[in-house]
């Protein structure tokens, strides 16, 4: 449990790089990770360089910014080889919630595999909206690592990151028993934060948890129709009036376009 979202996709990055020993992190244009100036990266023809004034060119050596859904994205990872520690990315990116690359994610996560580099999946914008088990249970795909926030905290700020043990050991060190010769010993990296676990945040987060387990998939099903219903209808207003605006949406997520798609 971390402040925001952006800190819980910044130690997820650093379990990581922790775990496979390795340097390179691959990211996706269009898609937003948050404000940590390891991700404020993007990249051309003469290499990647950072989005924003006052992030320094070290922060981002190590980035690749690739297009999302793209076969050449893939062929570049695999090319990457041992390199990459791991692959950042929006399933669904909230900048384009039309384009929901199936396909492609499953051929991400094989390569991934593959080599050996961990597939974290950011769902601080899009966990709990499509279904409990979020983007994973939707595509079918299990990410190595998944972070979330907003709508989890039920109105507080918070940043989860979830995942198997082999990488969020390195938080705490591991399971152990306790009166026996057992202990932590797994390698740990740094990880701390002013409201990390913080009491009031974590009791918001349970409640809202408890709903959605009693509630089950028919809580974002009957959501999701409503922001069909509202999106088509919208739509079918602006087609038929000429205005040259579309709603585009994932589950309950939705975005106003001036480009018509």
């Not at 297009?67 to 050449?72: C, L, M, R």
């Not at 062929?75 to 492609?104: C, H, K, M, Y």
């Amino acid at each position: 449990f971390c402040n925001t979202g952006s800190e819980a996709v910044m130690v997820a990055l650093r379990l990581a790089r922790t775990i496979t020993k390795r340097k390179k992190i691959v990211l996706f244009a269009s898609s937003f990770h948050g404000n940590y100036d390891g991700v404020l990266a993007q990249t051309d023809e003469h290499g990647t360089f950072p989005v924003a004034p006052g992030t320094m060119d070290g922060m981002v050596e190590d980035v690749v910014v690739l297009d999302y859904g793209s076969p050449e994205a893939l062929e570049t990872i695999n090319s990457l080889g041992d390199e990459v520690a791991a692959v950042l990315v929006e399933p669904v990116q909230s900048r384009r919630p039309w384009f929901q690359p199936e396909e492609f994610l499953r051929k991400l996560r094989k390569v991934t595999q593959e080599k050996g580099s961990a597939l974290i999946f950011d769902e601080i914008v899009t966990g709990f909206r499509i279904h409990p088990g979020g983007a994973q249970a939707y595509f079918g795909v299990k990410a190595d690592i998944v972070t979330y926030g907003k709508i989890i905290g039920g109105g507080m700020p918070i940043g989860i990151v979830a995942g198997g043990n082999k990488y969020l050991d390195a938080v705490d060190g591991g399971l152990w028993n306790y009166g026996d010769e057992s202990y932590p010993d797994s390698e740990i990296t740094f990880f701390a934060g002013t409201f990390c676990k913080h009491p009031l945040t974590l009791s918001v987060v349970y409640a809202v948890l408890k709903r959605m387990k009693e509630e089950g998939p028919g809580l974002q099903e009957r959501v999701n129709r409503l922001t069909q219903y509202f999106a088509d209808t919208l739509n079918a207003y602006f087609e038929k009036h000429s205005v040259p605006l579309k709603i585009n949406y994932f589950a309950s997520q939705f975005k106003i376009d001036t480009e018509v798609r």
